[in-house]
């Protein structure tokens, strides 16, 4: 199944490439989505990496969910607002540039420790705010130029980098490194992430997860088939520490592997001990057997 952040992130990407209008040797604001989108026809021959986003939600199906403005700083005010702002990364979310976020906007596609994946238009390849296309850029996470974004209510939930959002219904923490791919599907946990209200997680009948078997279920001598979906989950998601496997019996491979996926959830110290807590084992999303 997809999700509303998916759809929104490959609408975006479609339209890398494009350009505005180009006359007497000038790019000059004129594109095909102000009149695209009812209410902001006015915007045509204006700065349009706003009125990008809100194209963008309207076709993939997210209206609602964003601002319909031509203005960053009405878009920023909007999330505010619905108390929906952070200073953190969001897959999908809208980021906003500038002093108050009011010089530039995209969306967030994707984030590392340093660095944040964004689709923005009427930019260049220098990253101008007043460029002459869609690009796909890399910027500095922690960069002054970068002043926050907004987080879409999705129905499926949202994945992002905020440590206040952790205990949130409706939200999948991943502190370091995050892409479209950590998006839940639309409606597989009942409309949002797994486990984020603090739950025993991914335990719902029918939502295809296995539930959380406690923190005791994991210890030397356990032998399951749970364990070894796990693994596999886990080798998936690039943290695996097996020489070999992984196999149903616990071991410390399994449980470096775990710490492995806690670390990448963004999660230390005592949270990242290698034995699965509720909502790190919600967000692996282990398959039932």
Same mark, same amino acid.
């Given at each position: 199944? #997809?999700?509303?952040?998916?759809?929104?992130?490959?609408?975006?990407?479609?339209?890398?490439?494009?350009?505005?209008?180009? /006359?007497?040797?000038?790019?000059?604001?004129?594109?095909?989505?102000?009149?695209?989108? %009812?209410?902001?026809?006015?915007?045509? $021959?204006?700065?349009?990496?706003?009125?990008?986003?809100?194209?963008?939600? *309207?076709?993939?199906?997210?209206?609602?969910?964003? &601002?319909?403005?031509?203005?960053?700083?009405?878009?920023?005010?909007?999330?505010?607002?619905?108390?929906?702002?952070?200073?953190? %990364?969001?897959? $999908?979310? *809208?980021?906003?540039?500038?002093?108050?976020? !009011?010089?530039?906007?995209?969306?967030?596609?994707?984030?590392?420790? =340093?660095?944040?994946?964004?689709?923005?238009?009427?930019?260049?390849?220098?990253?101008? #705010?007043?460029?002459?296309?869609?690009?796909?850029?890399?910027?500095?996470?922690?960069? @002054?130029?970068?002043?926050?974004? !907004?987080? &879409?209510?999705?129905?499926?939930?949202?994945?992002?980098?905020? +440590? /206040?959002?952790? @205990?949130?219904?409706?939200?999948?923490?991943?502190?370091?490194?995050?892409? &479209?791919?950590? =998006?839940?599907?639309?409606?597989?946990?009942?409309?949002?992430?797994?486990?984020?209200? $603090?739950?025993?997680?991914?335990? @719902?009948?029918?939502?295809?997860?296995? +539930?959380?078997?406690?923190?005791?279920?994991?210890?030397?001598?356990?032998?399951?088939?749970?364990?070894?979906?796990? !693994?596999?989950?886990?080798?998936?998601? !690039?943290?695996?520490?097996?020489? /070999?496997? +992984?196999? &149903?019996?616990?071991?410390?491979?399994?449980?470096?592997?775990?710490?492995?996926? *806690?670390?990448?959830?963004? @999660?230390?110290? #005592?949270?990242?001990?290698?034995?699965?807590? +509720?909502?790190?084992?919600?967000?692996? *999303?282990?398959?039932? $057997?």
């Amino acid at each position: 199944m #997809s999700s509303n952040a998916a759809d929104l992130i490959n609408v975006a990407r479609d339209q890398v490439g494009y350009h505005e209008g180009r /006359e007497g040797g000038h790019w000059n604001n004129i594109q095909k989505f102000s009149p695209a989108v %009812p209410g902001l026809e006015w915007s045509q $021959g204006e700065a349009w990496c706003a009125t990008f986003v809100a194209w963008c939600a *309207q076709e993939s199906g997210n209206a609602g969910r964003f &601002p319909v403005t031509a203005s960053c700083a009405e878009g920023v005010a909007w999330f505010k607002e619905r108390d929906r702002f952070t200073e953190y %990364p969001v897959i $999908g979310g *809208q980021v906003f540039f500038g002093p108050g976020g !009011g010089s530039h906007t995209g969306i967030c596609v994707a984030y590392t420790a =340093s660095t944040i994946t964004t689709v923005e238009a009427n930019t260049n390849d220098g990253g101008s #705010s007043e460029g002459d296309g869609v690009y796909m850029k890399t910027r500095e996470r922690r960069s @002054d130029w970068v002043y926050g974004y !907004g987080i &879409p209510e999705f129905s499926e939930g949202v994945v992002l980098a905020d +440590p /206040e959002w952790k @205990d949130r219904a409706g939200a999948l923490y991943f502190g370091q490194e995050a892409s &479209p791919t950590d =998006s839940p599907s639309d409606g597989a946990a009942g409309g949002s992430a797994p486990a984020a209200d $603090g739950g025993s997680g991914g335990g @719902d009948a029918g939502d295809g997860y296995e +539930p959380f078997p406690g923190a005791e279920f994991f210890h030397d001598g356990q032998n399951s088939d749970v364990i070894t979906r796990m !693994g596999e989950r886990l080798v998936a998601e !690039g943290c695996s520490a097996y020489a /070999e496997g +992984p196999g &149903p019996e616990w071991s410390d491979a399994d449980c470096e592997s775990f710490r492995n996926w *806690q670390h990448k959830l963004g @999660d230390s110290g #005592s949270d990242a001990d290698g034995i699965p807590g +509720p909502k790190q084992w919600a967000a692996l *999303q282990v398959p039932r $057997g």
